[in-house]
């Protein structure tokens, strides 16, 4: 049995103060710091959103729109996002809270400026992986705990291709280790996860008491 714990963009970008922030995005930070302490994970990874300052998800890229509207990047339909986790800029900075010292592996995602990157796993039209499926079954992982940022893009998209890419893999999403953006987002993303296989679970099932 090989425990893992990815952690999703927990970044300045989706924090309180950033570009693109998640309602109490920051209360996650004290969560995923809990439950890397006392080796109860045999890997932890996280994910960065590490975007081009050109990216075609940013409505700044797209004559008359605006952040939030819908629009389409590569003929497919997109949010257009306000620019956020530049790379190199503190807004693609984890938080400064995190406890980084556990962290095995960082997955960025979201460079290639035509496709946005939802999933840790692979781009959103499913061409290209981003090579962290092979590299937590290289390292044998059995069991994936997900939390992080936001509820209903990233990590309902990295807990579903888990589900899809790693067969066998008991996949968890830690409700209380994450926020989203939208509340009805939310709760169709966890009735989403529910139905492809994915266990919902507290941060305090796993830390017991
Ligand atoms: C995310 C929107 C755009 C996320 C990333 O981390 O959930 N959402 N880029
Ligand atoms: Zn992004």
Redesign the pocket.
């Known amino acids: 049995m090989t425990k893992a714990l990815l952690l999703?963009?927990i970044?300045n970008?989706?924090c309180p103060g950033g570009n693109?922030p998640?309602a109490d995005g920051d209360q996650v930070v004290p969560v995923a710091n809990a439950l890397m302490k006392d080796g109860r994970y045999d890997l932890v990874v996280a994910?960065q959103?590490w975007?081009p300052a050109n990216h075609g998800?940013f409505a700044s890229q797209h004559p008359g729109a605006k952040p939030f509207d819908m629009g389409e990047l590569s003929g497919k339909p997109q949010?257009l996002?306000p620019d956020?986790?530049v790379q190199n800029t503190s807004d693609a900075e984890f938080h400064p809270g995190r406890d980084l010292s556990a962290i095995a592996h960082v997955q960025k995602k979201?460079e290639n400026p035509a496709v946005?990157?939802?999933s840790a796993f692979r781009d959103n039209d499913r061409a290209a992986l981003t090579g962290l499926a092979d590299y937590l079954r290289q390292k044998g992982v059995t069991e994936l705990d997900v939390m992080?940022?936001?509820?209903?893009?990233?990590?309902k998209?990295s807990a579903l291709d888990a589900i899809d890419m790693l067969p066998g893999v008991k996949v968890r999403f830690i409700e209380d280790g994450s926020r989203g953006?939208d509340p009805q987002g939310v709760t169709a993303a966890i009735e989403e996860m529910r139905a492809a296989g994915v266990s919902i679970v507290s941060s305090k099932d796993i830390l017991g008491g």
Do not use: E, K, P, R
């Open positions: 999703i963009d970044q970008g989706f693109l998640v994910s959103d975007h998800s949010v996002w956020h986790c979201g946005d990157s939802y992080g940022l936001a509820t209903d893009y990233c990590v998209f953006i």
